[in-house]
């Protein structure tokens, strides 16, 4: 199960995230950002990526920002009907523009435990999520501000690298 959608996220909302994120000409971005080199992103011939990333919600973190983001799974997952308990985790991830001979970082599940995974894309940017079965990529999805994928926690998946513009996802793992 793969669900993709566009429809979910009200404009409002998906704004002042990405405002939030990004901020703009007069507003700069409000989140506080841990920076880092992408090791898992080593080709050999190009200086490694570079990421930003924010834990929102962890076994022992809560951040004051978690309460707008976790907007997100509670409308994707009402509106679909979906039973769920609680975020387990929530994490905001931004990738910068990175030139690479590789096509994605390395296959992963969040969590080895039962939960469902849903992204949600901040901005319009390039790096398609991949999805793996056997090997083999099943599924692309392309990044779109205001998407959603709804997925079950143990596919594995992958994220791409964006050459245009920072990629931004946030990533929750739900125990439903």
Request: proline fraction near 6%; charged fraction near 20%.
């Amino acid at each position: 199960m793969i669900v993709v959608r566009d429809d979910l996220i009200p404009q409002k909302l998906q704004d002042h995230l990405e405002l939030l994120v990004f901020g703009d000409e007069l507003i700069l971005s409000q989140l506080p950002l841990t920076c880092k080199q992408e090791t898992t992103a080593n080709d050999g011939v190009n200086p490694l990526p570079t990421s930003f990333g924010h834990v929102l919600k962890s076994s022992t973190k809560l951040t004051d920002y978690y309460g707008i983001f976790s907007k997100v799974p509670q409308l994707v997952l009402d509106k679909l009907e979906v039973k769920w308990v609680d975020v387990i985790q929530a994490r905001l991830f931004i990738t910068v523009p990175h030139k690479t001979t590789l096509a994605h970082y390395n296959p992963h599940t969040d969590l080895a435990d039962e939960h469902l995974a849903l992204i949600y894309y901040v901005n319009d940017s390039d790096g398609d999520t991949v999805f793996f079965e056997n090997d083999k990529i099943v599924k692309r999805v392309s990044p779109k501000k205001g998407r959603v994928i709804l997925f079950d926690g143990s596919h594995l998946h992958a994220g791409g690298y964006p050459t245009n513009v920072p990629r931004c996802i946030v990533n929750y793992n739900i125990h439903a």
